[in-house]
């Protein structure tokens, strides 16, 4: 303990220079949007880089669980195209966004997924330079993974489903009825749809897809399907409990969409504003 402090006596006046330079870019980069956003976009690239890098490594060890679910990915998807070509659709699952031209999809790598916190995150290793920009849906094949709000030049941050300040556009995929997708920061295995009206026919384990009433996700990804529910206090409500059909603690593969008519869209939108 002597010696700690003998070591700040010693070094006071380069310890209080230090103090004050990190108090000055703080005060820099709080105070100016230009600085902040450099700062952030290579905090980005550096934690990108790292993340991947002991990304590789366990990938390493975990290649024979990774290839098994590309297998079943593949066959999945060959399965589609198969029937698509014979036209018989009766005995698999068609996501209509796969075939819809309106949407560009984009492979990517999560490096680094959170999912124990209030707002969790993923890192995935796909940025700017390959067109990624915020606002993008990220999903599996199996369902919604997240949207995509920071980018730096090679990696890229996604608002988990599993993040409280998240709020998506899904419904009840038999009758479309529609609700808000949230999190209550409690399971990562079950997220919340509210403001879903209760006249709908609700039942346990019913499918919940994406409603497609916003530019960022299609109509008719999957979500999960329902686990309970109740009506909330206004009892004109129901507030379900929805089981994830992705495992959000083991994330490997993901695709990025993007509307190509999304800026369109929202210029439309925004005529009346």
Request: net charge positive.
């Amino acid at each position: 303990m002597q010696q700690i402090i003998n070591f700040i006596i010693r070094n006071k006046t380069f310890l209080l220079f230090l103090l004050l330079f990190f108090v000055s870019l703080f005060f820099t980069f709080q105070s100016h949007s230009y600085h902040k956003s450099k700062f952030i976009n290579s905090a980005n690239f550096l934690t990108g880089g790292v993340y991947e890098s002991f990304n590789n490594i366990s990938g390493y060890f975990g290649l024979k669980k990774e290839n098994k679910i590309l297998l079943e990915e593949n066959n999945r998807l060959k399965s589609i195209l198969i029937n698509a070509k014979t036209g018989e659709f009766k005995d698999v699952y068609i996501d209509s966004s796969i075939l819809n031209k309106n949407y560009k999809y984009t492979a990517a790598q999560v490096s680094k997924n959170s999912y124990s916190l209030t707002n969790n995150y993923l890192t995935i290793n796909k940025g700017e330079k390959d067109s990624i920009k915020e606002e993008l849906g990220v999903i599996t094949s199996k369902g919604i993974i997240g949207i995509i709000d920071k980018t730096s030049k090679n990696y890229s941050r996604v608002r988990s489903i599993l993040n409280s300040n998240i709020g998506i556009n899904a419904q009840l995929k038999k009758t479309n009825h529609f609700g808000i997708l949230s999190w209550n920061g409690k399971s990562p295995y079950i997220v919340q749809l509210t403001d879903l009206p209760k006249q709908a026919p609700v039942v346990v384990g019913d499918t919940i897809t994406t409603g497609g009433f916003s530019t960022i996700f299609p109509k008719g990804i999957p979500i999960g399907t329902v686990a309970s529910f109740k009506t909330d206090e206004t009892e004109n409500y129901f507030e379900i409990d929805v089981a994830l059909f992705n495992d959000m603690t083991n994330v490997g593969h993901v695709y990025i969409i993007e509307n190509l008519d999304a800026t369109q869209i929202s210029n439309l939108n925004n005529l009346d504003e």
